[in-house]
């Protein structure tokens, strides 16, 4: 069983439209995060959602929005969408407290805006 | 204002040679120090580093954490071309009163080992 997933694994989408990529983790963790990482490799964080708390990037544009029906799905959805919003976004998932705290991530979506 | 500083950004190596990658840091709340692996996808969890001077051992790669000076390194011993990907490190730390912690990544260092 995969521990973080996500699809898709590719979206390839015309600038203006709105898309969602979609995330699941089966590890009972209780925060959630979503990463981008563009053409220069830089991995830089969106957002970390838990039970208690959402905490934004302030350099995320309100286009992105995260959402989260339960503690196991931390969706993404953008509105409008922008040519510099290509890149590959992570999904993760951590516990917090304890020995174990590392991050553990999705396979990514490679998102192409046309 | 970057938290994490990689250095080298790039290197080349021929297999068997020693290699040291380089992780400064400045971080408040500083709660652990992590390093991943990525090649083509997502990134491959590594090593946790909490305590100063302690060196962490996995085959021919370890790690150490120095808190006081704010830096880590990654050894990677008689290195292979499957070692060739970007290393990537990572401080945790508290970013609210709530109890929530991030990991903020540095910019990788990308090693590349030919034959």
């Known amino acids: 069983d995969t521990a973080v997933s996500q699809t898709p694994k590719y979206l390839v989408t015309q600038m203006g439209n709105d898309k969602s990529i979609k995330c699941e983790q089966n590890?009972?963790?209780?925060?959630m995060y979503w990463y981008k990482q563009d053409s220069k490799k830089f991995l830089k964080i969106m957002f970390s959602y838990n039970n208690k708390e959402l905490i934004i990037n302030e350099t995320v544009p309100n286009r992105f929005s995260p959402k989260s029906p339960d503690k196991a799905h931390l969706n993404l959805h953008i509105n409008s969408l922008e040519l510099g919003d290509s890149a590959v976004y992570f999904c993760?998932?951590?516990?917090?407290?304890?020995?174990?705290?590392?991050?553990?991530f999705g396979s990514g979506t490679q998102l192409s805006v046309l | 204002e970057d938290k994490v500083v990689q250095s080298p950004l790039s290197l080349v190596v021929h297999e068997g040679d020693t290699v040291t990658l380089n992780c400064s840091y400045e971080v408040t709340n500083f709660r652990s120090l992590l390093w991943y692996k990525q090649e083509k996808k997502a990134p491959t969890f590594l090593f946790m580093l909490?305590?100063?001077?302690i060196e962490k051992k996995s085959g021919r790669l370890s790690s150490i954490l120095d808190k006081k000076e704010l830096f880590s390194i990654l050894n990677i011993t008689a290195t292979q071309t499957g070692d060739s990907a970007v290393y990537l490190c990572?401080?945790?730390?508290?970013?609210?009163?709530?109890?929530?912690?991030?990991?903020?990544f540095g910019k990788g260092t990308k090693l590349s080992v030919i034959p």
């Open positions: 990572a401080p945790r730390y508290a970013y609210s009163g709530a109890g929530s912690y991030q990991l903020t």
């Open positions: 909490t305590s100063s001077g």
């Open positions: 590890l009972g963790h209780d925060t």
């Open positions: 993760a998932s951590s516990q917090e407290g304890g020995s174990n705290e590392k991050l553990f």
